[in-house]
């Protein structure tokens, strides 16, 4: 069909097993790691809103600010490459690391890049909430990159591997629930810590970045590998053992089979960055690119790591700015919730494209009310009708994202890569994620300066791409265990020419014995 393309659940091996408690509580506890992500990026605008930390670090921006509210200009009110450097520098540190977790979730295994990613993270918050200088503070920032880059590329890859395919959705969105959670505790935490007298809450804010990490560290070392981590390392025993404990059943015959055959087509790739350059894996080497790409172009970073700033400087006070970005992440967590909900039962294309209609509308009424208020000039203020009109807007829009995009931007591209190329895919994944967060995180106070209320239409025009890019080549991946996801490619209208025949052979004779079993 002209869409994304969709393999009936009837297709698929039915392996045998039940969800387990065990398989609940790893996943659980894997998940957190999405918690280092989103306390950084709810902490981050937060802290640059607060006068004594931009006193201390960067008294130029409390000048601009006072400048840009003499001249009535409230579009140029934080615009500091210095500033945003502070806030993206982490991700250019994610993307360098992501790359050396690749090699080594794919060598030690992918607890072991959680642990690493855990205590890099946890070096930072230490360094920044005692940092007494710019240069102990960047330091910081970076040693917190490496942690985030370790984390996203181990933890979606170890909850897609250890899940059962019918709630692997549900199980890996548990990643951006933690992220949610961590954006909203970081808003709580800078709405309390501003109001701390003697100016040093912002150090709280930094510090706490610690409990995250900690988290994290302690859980990675309790937690048991993925059965496909032993096979890589030639543990087939301890291999089928996980297996048989993760799924509640002895009786693991035909997917321990998939896994092995899987491993042992891994084991002949001795370059996975080199293999997924070819043509057979095409699907997942442009999908692994433009989705995290896509992800970015939303513009939801920018709202949520300069949603206090962002609505300073659209005439809200200091603690109603805090305030507002504690109600934009209780939708967020809100609305993950929902994701978490229906991502197994309506599936990934659902998601994806009712969220892409969502966020156009509103990104457009965000602009059009911001442009009606301040026009071309940044000359405006906002009534308290008008202030919630925009908040509520901004919130339906970052509620479209925190169903689709959001989650789905990890979600997808963890489980549609062969164990060949995952760690591969999965560092271009988070490589691609880190790089266009770096850049539209350090121009994005530039592009509001100069594009005005414009450039919430220039996001929307970029959700009406994504969207279409969805509708014609992202298939449906729901219900495919994740080892049978080759068959998905050579259904599809347009991906299916790139998949030899005899791999699809291949892949239906194994279906054809999950059912005679």
Request: proline letters at 3%; hydrophobic letters at 50%.
């Amino acid at each position: 069909m002209a869409g994304g393309g969709y393999v009936a659940p009837g297709h698929q091996v039915a392996y045998e097993g039940r969800v387990t408690a065990f398989v609940i509580c790893t996943c659980l506890i894997a998940a957190s790691g999405g918690l280092l992500f989103g306390y950084d990026i709810g902490i981050s605008g937060g802290v640059t809103s607060m006068e004594p930390f931009l006193k201390k670090f960067f008294p130029m921006v409390l000048k601009q600010e006072s400048h840009a509210a003499a001249n009535e200009n409230e579009y140029c009110k934080f615009d500091s490459q210095l500033l945003t450097l502070f806030t993206s520098s982490l991700y250019l540190a994610a993307l360098v690391a992501s790359i050396v977790a690749s090699m080594i979730t794919r060598i030690l295994g992918r607890k072991f890049s959680m642990f690493i990613g855990g205590v890099a993270f946890l070096a930072g918050a230490v360094l920044n909430g005692f940092a007494m200088n710019i240069e102990v503070l960047i330091i910081g920032r970076l040693l917190l990159g490496v942690g985030v880059g370790f984390a996203n590329q181990s933890v979606p890859v170890y909850l897609s591997e250890m899940a059962p395919a019918n709630i692997r959705g549900a199980l890996n969105i548990g990643f951006q629930m933690a992220i949610t959670l961590g954006i909203l505790a970081a808003s709580l935490i800078n709405y309390g810590a501003a109001k701390i007298e003697g100016g040093w809450g912002w150090r709280l804010s930094l510090g706490l970045a610690a409990v995250p990490a900690v988290v994290l560290t302690i859980g990675s070392y309790i937690l048991p590998d993925t059965p496909n981590s032993i096979l890589e390392r030639g543990q087939a025993d301890k291999a089928r053992q996980m297996l048989q404990k993760i799924r509640g059943t002895q009786h693991v015959d035909s997917e321990f089979q998939d896994l092995v055959d899987a491993t042992e087509a891994s084991k002949k790739v001795t370059n996975p960055w080199k293999n997924i350059l070819q043509p057979r894996y095409r699907p997942q080497l442009i999908l692994c690119i433009l989705i995290p790409f896509f992800q970015q172009l939303t513009g939801i970073n920018v709202i949520m790591f300069y949603a206090p700033v962002l609505f300073k400087t659209l005439g809200f006070g200091d603690n109603a700015s805090l305030m507002s970005a504690v109600i934009s992440g209780t939708v967020n967590v809100v609305a993950t919730i929902v994701s978490i909900y229906s991502v197994d039962r309506f599936g990934r294309r659902v998601l994806f494209l009712e969220g892409g209609i969502q966020m156009f509308i509103f990104q457009v009424a965000v602009g059009a009310t911001i442009g009606f208020k301040f026009g071309l000039n940044g000359d405006g203020n906002l009534s308290r009708g008008d202030a919630n009109m925009l908040l509520f807007f901004i919130c339906g829009y970052v509620a479209a994202f925190a169903w689709s995009w959001g989650p789905l931007g990890w979600l997808v591209p963890s489980e549609i890569c062969p164990l060949e190329i995952r760690s591969a895919g999965q560092a271009i994944n988070v490589g691609v994620n880190m790089i266009f967060t770096f850049i539209i995180g350090q121009i994005f106070l530039t592009m509001l300066c100069h594009l005005k209320f414009g450039l919430f239409f220039f996001f929307a025009g970029c959700v009406v791409v994504m969207t279409t890019f969805v509708y014609f080549l992202v298939p449906e991946t729901k219900n495919v265990h994740i080892e049978e996801m080759n068959e998905v490619w050579k259904q599809h209208w347009f991906w299916g020419k790139y998949i030899p025949a005899d791999e699809a052979v291949v892949g239906m004779n194994r279906k054809d014995e999950g059912r005679e079993a």
